[in-house]
């Protein structure tokens, strides 16, 4: 089925910046289809919806902390062989599930969760 919708290409970079954008205004989200409206509750107050990075502040306008050490607890070290395993591995042998943004990891909170079901 082809629509006469308009399309963009987006750099690693500006993925991120998209993200962070939409999870800062939800109702642009839902505007333009990217979030499912639900009963008023804002995006971020939605723990489905949760990002978490390996910084060291957490990012400002967020309603949470979304650092992964404070997140899961194991320090920054230990968090990124854990990265690793997954990235090197395909999750086939343990690690911590995410995705790749540019150079930055994004984990997911259902990435969490699978983690931690799975230690």
Same mark, same amino acid.
């Given at each position: $089925?082809? @629509? %006469?919708?308009? =399309? +963009? ?15 800062? %205004? &939800?109702?642009?989200? !839902? ?8 009963? #008023?509750? &804002? /995006?971020?107050? !939605?723990?489905?919806?949760?990002? *978490?990075? /390996? #910084?060291?502040?957490? =990012? ?6 979304? !650092? /992964?050490? $404070?997140?899961? #607890? ?5 968090? $990124?062989?854990? /990265? ?15 995705? !790749?943004?540019? =150079? ?5 909170? @259902?990435?969490?969760?699978? *983690? +931690?079901? %799975?230690?």
């Amino acid at each position: $089925m082809s @629509t %006469n919708a308009p =399309t +963009i290409t987006l750099l690693p970079a500006q993925v991120a910046a998209v993200a962070s954008f939409l999870l800062e %205004n &939800p109702a642009v989200a !839902r505007a333009y289809g990217l979030a499912p409206a639900e009963a #008023g509750a &804002p /995006l971020a107050d !939605r723990p489905e919806t949760r990002t *978490y990075h /390996l #910084g060291t502040a957490p =990012t400002p306008g967020r309603g949470y902390d979304d !650092r /992964l050490t $404070m997140r899961l #607890g194991p320090s920054r070290t230990k968090l $990124m062989e854990e /990265l690793s395993l997954w990235t090197q591995f395909g999750g086939r042998r343990g690690g911590l599930p995410h995705k !790749r943004v540019g =150079t930055s990891y994004w984990v997911s909170e @259902t990435d969490c969760r699978a *983690y +931690i079901s %799975n230690t």
